[in-house]
């Protein structure tokens, strides 16, 4: 069984209302789309479906830790990931994913797989740069730390002189 057969949603013997699916993420799946950032992660997302005559809504959300290295010390430290999405699905003639918000399923489809939609709702939830607490409030102390405010002292220091000249054009605006 090829563990991706667990993100599957089979719809076809459900009835018309509201159901309830849980999942639980780790590494694989990320390490599946080729996605190697996490040292870990545990987390885990409730779907709601709302079943209908002529579609699914589907109502994504995720809790959990993931631990992730800092972008600017390279520390390891847990991050508190949530998000949520949303999703609707039609069917149609064949297969459409193009849109984030709509999938269009064959007719006759009687399962939905969703590994690409888990996937897709955690990593697009991060920050685009990933801090580690301690750097924001200064209590952090590394090595690689210590070695960019030297960095930054060093270039204040030898910052070249502005030409004078230069100054002028500041009063113009």
Do not use: A
């Amino acid at each position: 069984m090829h563990f991706l057969n667990q993100y599957v949603i089979n719809f076809t013997g459900l009835k018309e209302g509201t159901h309830k699916f849980d999942f639980k993420l780790d590494n694989r799946i990320f390490e599946h789309f080729g996605y190697d950032d996490f040292n870990s992660c545990n987390i885990s997302v409730d779907v709601e479906l709302i079943k209908k005559s002529n579609l699914l809504e589907l109502n994504f959300s995720s809790k959990g830790i993931i631990n992730i290295n800092c972008f600017v010390s390279n520390e390891p430290f847990d991050y508190s990931q949530t998000s949520s999405i949303n999703l609707v699905v039609k069917f149609g003639s064949k297969l459409n994913n193009d849109n984030d918000e709509l999938l269009i399923l064959p007719k006759g489809s009687y399962q939905l797989e969703i590994s690409q939609q888990l996937y897709e709702m955690i990593v697009l939830s991060l920050p685009i740069k990933i801090i580690h607490p301690g750097v924001e409030d200064g209590s952090l102390e590394s090595e690689t730390l210590n070695r960019l405010k030297k960095y930054e002292l060093d270039l204040q220091k030898n910052s070249p002189k502005i030409d004078p000249r230069w100054d002028k054009l500041k009063d113009l605006i």
